[in-house]
């Protein structure tokens, strides 16, 4: 059984890697896709979609005769970066409480 990182989660997860560092496309898409086993036909929608929402911005590199896009995290990127955060560890403190036995339920 393998469980799923989707919704907010993976916006999260896809906004943390590029606030590391600007990333291009297909690097972060096998970051997130090693780590996670989710798709790139899954991830690239979501990129598209943080950066209609004004918390990715994008720029291309020459590379190779092509272009490569790269991904920046902006100040709104970065703030739902940081409510996702919160709100994982809040959600995952509650999901150890039942998985590990605990009484904070």
């Not at 916006?11 to 590391?20: E, M, T, Y």
């Not at 004004?54 to 092509?66: A, E």
């Not at 991904?71 to 409480?97: M, N, Q």
Request: glycine share 12%; charged share 25%.
């Amino acid at each position: 059984m393998t469980i799923q990182a989707a919704g907010p989660l993976l916006d999260g997860c896809v906004l943390a890697v590029i606030a590391r560092e600007d990333t291009y496309g297909y690097s972060l898409t096998q970051n997130v896709k090693e780590s996670l086993g989710v798709s790139e036909s899954t991830l690239y929608p979501v990129m598209r979609r943080l950066q209609k929402d004004k918390c990715l911005t994008v720029y291309d590199v020459p590379h190779s005769g092509r272009n490569r896009r790269y991904y920046k995290i902006t100040e709104r990127g970065l703030g739902k970066l940081g409510e996702i955060v919160s709100e994982w560890f809040g959600f995952k403190e509650k999901i150890d409480a039942f998985l590990g036995g605990g009484k904070n339920q």
